[in-house]
């Protein structure tokens, strides 16, 4: 399809669903723009944006039609700078549904943007950020859930145990 | 966005919430197939596939970019017959959720097809075919939920009081 | 409070969680109508009318402002020719959620009624009519989820094992 | 319906949500006690108790049988030192279900008061405090979604940009 | 663990999700007796008892601790006259979550037996036997989803297309 | 059943409804390891470990199979460490679900430990640590929610009123 669509997200840290999502929506859209953005109202992330937004270019390196940038302030106001004519999020388990529902409906009511939603693939369901920060902080083992230079900046950022 | 996207459903009968779906979706591809199914292993249609499939076009007379197609036997036959790259549906309420999901995986699984999904405006989230059914069959007043056609459609059905 | 609220069902048959709903509901207003329905889209009922009617009855006999009632057609119209005005339901587990409010809606639509809903009790949550039929069919036990005379008219109509 | 209603919440902002089920639901008794709460276990709340219980007054001040009141500690015992016989509270979309159980069951142990829930109009299904402080921090526009009052106090609170 | 569970279902036909359930529970438990039912209640089953019970038997041909029995009536007490100490079920979707409640409550009511539930794998999740039926009756290709025996019957059962 | 089974929690406090899975799981299994855990990632417990790990050993005094501890870290090595060879929880209400999806499906993939779900009496099914909590530090009584230990803890926790 012709058309430029934004997925907007925290990445703290990108995960194999997250890079899913990505790539099957690269192949739907002329351009994807993976947009890493910064929540005035949440405390703490456990990567600082600019770490968050280098992971995430490393993972979408060798995806041509793909743009990553950062972006503060309302999400909608990043599409439309980057000329986005749509949003896409990926839907997973129910628990995201009612949340998505809403900042979709907010989202169009904001800037008229049509938001998409894209299946994951079961295996990756149950993959989110938190639960990789969660096992990641007890020195579980995550390689399973996150790309490869994810693993290793988690390694690098807890230090030897 | 350049693209087919095919939007199955029964529409026994089209409702305004169908109408809103493939509105929106008519803006966001170069075309939108409707493509009206018989499912064989449901029992019993309110309309015949051809009184569907008639009602369907009658309201969508006026969108050019809109084709309206009758279908039996597996949807995404239809799709690759009718030159869709993508499945269009909306989601509503949390009911649809999980049969939704399921469809769409083991769509893509069948035929590489993606699944995107549109939201439903809040004030069509509970109108529904059925309970449209519901209401007319008890000579309930049904105008709020479909277009004029169906309303007559259902008047001329059900006969004088 | 003062007013007239009626408690529309299919009670096939009445189980304790309805009993339930029926004694706290008959505290809240001045009348609460109990109102047995047919459903004409519904495939076949356990007991017919007058039997599911005659067992509400009978298990409200000492229930001073409880009247029951049977009707056919649209719920609101027995509604507005019993002069409720305001609808009752029970809320048990979330399955009911969804339907409840799609209906909820469409009965403020058709009538202008609002719909009050009550909680059932934790031990009644799991308690439905639906469980009681697959149970009694098979010939289990169900005196815990129905009240004695629900269990007697079951045993007469399975007849001896 | 005669009868005391207490209505409580911590309305922080107070949304058109929030207005349509006090409009409603006084309407339907004799008197609404709307309570705005503070909930010592919260971190945090966008405005202080005085704010959010002035804002609401304002929102209600053309409703004769409504009235406004700010406590702290348990609801219920708010709600018996008002003269409430009954909690009123509005059901929106499913995330709300299980949380509202839970708290009207506690509630019904804690005082013997019962709850009840009204539905909420489709098209404010899914505004919430939460989306209003949301989008306002972001700088984006609230009006679709509080009362003018609100939407003057939060632009007051945020300053020029 | 010792003890012998019963893991009940109507298998029509067994997919690849039973398969992985019945693995993975013959690995906890002494037997793993799989009870193929009759539910009197249900209208019109795919395949008849005896090919659903010889199809599941096929599939669990080289599991040394399963034994695989047909039952009608109460399962509860098909698992008392297999010496079954605990029930064993495969919780996949949310859709089932309620419904998996209610009978296990029941059937604890019933027979004093628990039910203990297992997690399906993640690709199985809504690999379910309707939607096999559903793409089977279609002429869709449906080995993904079953073991190689079931596609046969199927094949078969359809008969050349 | 043969078999050790670990039962993990945060137990802030211990409830009712934690009783009742531990008293039914510990006639499950040889021996049931209750394992009072130390999240990192969470701010502030009410209890601290050795508090919450005290009065849970208080209330299982009387379990002879069953043992307690404390654990920090990732669950599933106190489970390795403890013998454990399956993970046990009980299933309340829908909220649940989600989480403890994606927790037994991690759980498996970092240890190969299957989860075993079992279910909350329903009357216990809204009985959470947060709720005693919420009520207690209103000065609410919680002594239907807790076993008599915890709720001197908590009195004593609170002092004069």
Same mark, same amino acid.
């Given at each position: 399809?012709?058309?430029?669509?934004?997925?907007?997200?925290?990445?703290?840290?990108?995960?194999?669903?997250?890079?899913?999502?990505?790539?099957?929506?690269?192949?739907?859209?002329?351009?994807?723009?993976?947009?890493?953005?910064?929540?005035?109202?949440?405390?703490?992330?456990?990567?600082?944006?600019?770490?968050?937004?280098?992971?995430?270019?490393?993972?979408?390196?060798?995806?041509?039609?793909?743009?990553?940038?950062?972006?503060?302030?309302?999400?909608?106001?990043?599409?439309? @700078?980057?000329? !986005? %004519?749509?949003? /896409?999020? $990926? #839907?997973?388990? *129910?628990?995201?549904?009612?949340?998505?529902?809403? @900042?979709?409906? !907010? %989202?169009?009511? /904001?800037? $008229? #943007?049509?938001? *998409?939603?894209?299946?994951?693939?079961?295996?990756?369901?149950?993959?989110a950020?938190s639960l990789v920060?969660?096992?990641?902080?007890?020195?579980?083992?995550?390689?399973?859930?996150?790309?490869?230079?994810?693993?290793?900046?988690?390694?690098?950022?807890?230090?030897?145990?």
């Open positions: 399809m012709a058309g430029i669509a934004i997925y907007p997200g925290s990445f703290d840290p990108i995960t194999n669903g997250h890079v899913d999502v990505i790539q099957r929506g690269a192949l739907l859209f002329d351009e994807l723009v993976v947009a890493v953005g910064n929540n005035p109202g949440k405390r703490g992330y456990w990567f600082d944006l600019e770490q968050r937004t280098d992971l995430v270019k490393t993972c979408c390196a060798k995806l041509d039609n793909v743009r990553v940038i950062a972006f503060s302030g309302l999400m909608v106001h990043a599409a439309q @700078n980057n000329g !986005a %004519n749509v949003i /896409l999020r $990926g #839907l997973r388990a *129910l628990s995201d549904f009612e949340l998505e529902f809403r @900042n979709g409906l !907010a %989202n169009r009511d /904001l800037s $008229g #943007l049509e938001t *998409l939603f894209i299946l994951t693939e079961p295996q990756n369901i149950f993959v950020s920060r969660e096992i990641a902080q007890n020195r579980g083992d995550v390689s399973r859930y996150v790309p490869a230079a994810v693993n290793r900046a988690i390694a690098e950022k807890l230090g030897a145990p």
